[in-house]
Every structure is written in C-alpha cells, then in structure tokens.
C-alpha cells in the first residue's frame, strides 16, 4: 500500500506542476493580451490627436473666413455709401464734374463686381471648409467608437477566443 500511496502522491505533483505551469502561462498571455490592448489604445489616441487638432485649425479657419467675408461685405456697403453721397454732391456741380464721378463709379462697380466675386469663393472656400470639418467629426467619432469598444469589458475575452 506504501507504494501505491507513493505513487499516487507523485501523480499529484505532476497533476499540481501541470496546473501552475498551465496558470503561469495563462497569466503571461493575459499579460500580453492586457499589453496589447494598451498599445491599441495608445494607438486609437494618437490618431485622435491630430483629428482634434485639424479640427481645431478647421474651426479657426472658418472664423477666419468668416471675419473675411464681414470685413469685405462692411467695406462695400461703406464703398457704395461713399460712392453715393459724392454722386449726391456731384449731382450739384457742372457736367465735368458728373462725367468724372460716373468714371469714379464704373471703377467702383468694377471693385465691387471683383468684391462680389471674391465673396462668392471665400462663401465656396468656407462650404468646402464646413465639409471637411464634418468629415473630420465623422472620423473623429468613429475612432472614439473604436476606442469606446476597445475599452468595453470582455475585450479581451473576444481578442482571446479570436485567437483561439
């Protein structure tokens, strides 16, 4: 009986070997399963941060444009007001004078045609400006929802029964 017991006793080693050794290795692949899911997440948040900051200079720019295109707008209404009283004044004076500001004038609606125009591309520069930054906050929200799975409990346990 003294063998058998013996033999028993070294079946159980074996058996509690086995099982640390299984536990020991299971715990160094959590370890890298944990590892790896904070280098996704440090990945996702270096991807994050230069979507902010693109979307930062994006808001910037609209602001931007957006003083532009009040600037331009205030300086021609203050042109054509200009340009109005001096044809009040010039109203006045000799048919030199009235021939000289109809000459003033055409240069005027020429600077106001080009005023125009430009108004139109800085409104076309600013659409396209609004576009991107739509398309930034839709990628910005994909990747927050990328990293919001990420850090969703039992990411692990499916990164783990993916690889096996």
Partial sequence: MDML???Q???LKLINEQAKKNIEDLEKQMKLMKEADMKA???????LAPAREKEKEAYKNLQ????LFEKSKDDAQAERAAANLKF???KEDSMKAQAELKSQLSAIALRETETNKRLNDIMEIWKEERKEAAAMKKDIKSLRDKLDDANKPGFIRRVWRKIF
């Fill in 9 to 11: 006793e070294e079946e």
């Fill in 41 to 47: 997440q440090g990945k996702l948040e270096k991807q």
């Fill in 5 to 7: 017991e013996k033999r």
């Fill in 64 to 67: 931007d444009l957006k003083q």
């Fill in 88 to 90: 009040e004044q010039t």
